[in-house]
Nanobody
Framework: QVQLVESGGGLVQAGGSLRLSCAAS????????ADWYRQAPGKQRELVAQ???????NYADSVKGRFTISRDNAKNTVYLQMNSLKPEDTAVYYC?????????WGQGTQVTVSA
C-alpha cells in the first residue's frame, strides 16, 4: 500500500510563494504520472499540474507561468513550486499518483492566500 504525504502548505500574502512536497512511502514516482489537484470550498476538485514518467509537464491555464511541478525520484518526492500566488489559489492541495492498478491520493495540505 502506497502512502502519499503532502506538506508545505500555509498562509501567505498575495504575490508570495510556497513549495508543496508530496512524499511517497515507496518508489512510485519514477514509473507513474503524478498530479497535483486542488479543491476550493464549494468547488470541484481540479487538476493543477501533472508530470509524466518522461518528465513532460502540463498545467491548468490558471497557473501556467506561476506554478512548476517537479520530481525527485531518489527522494520519492514530487514538488509544486507556487509563485505569484493569488487569493483565488486558496484551496486544499492534493497529490495523486495513478498506477496501472489504482490511484493513490494524499490527505491534502491547505494553502491560503490573503489579499
Amino acid at each position: 500500500q502506497v502512502q502519499l504525504v503532502e506538506s508545505g502548505g500555509g498562509l501567505v500574502q498575495a504575490g508570495g510563494s510556497l513549495r508543496l512536497s508530496c512524499a511517497a512511502s515507496g518508489s512510485i514516482f519514477g514509473s507513474n504520472t503524478a498530479d497535483w489537484y486542488r479543491q476550493a470550498p464549494g468547488k470541484q476538485r481540479e487538476l493543477v499540474a501533472q508530470i509524466t514518467v518522461s518528465g513532460r509537464t502540463n498545467y491548468a491555464d490558471s497557473v501556467k507561468g506561476r506554478f512548476t511541478i517537479s520530481r525527485d525520484n531518489a527522494k520519492n518526492t514530487v514538488y509544486l513550486q507556487m509563485n505569484s500566488l493569488k487569493p483565488e489559489d486558496t484551496a486544499v492541495y492534493y497529490c495523486r499518483v495513478v498506477t496501472v492498478f489504482t490511484a493513490y491520493w494524499g490527505q491534502g495540505t491547505q494553502v491560503t492566500v490573503s489579499a
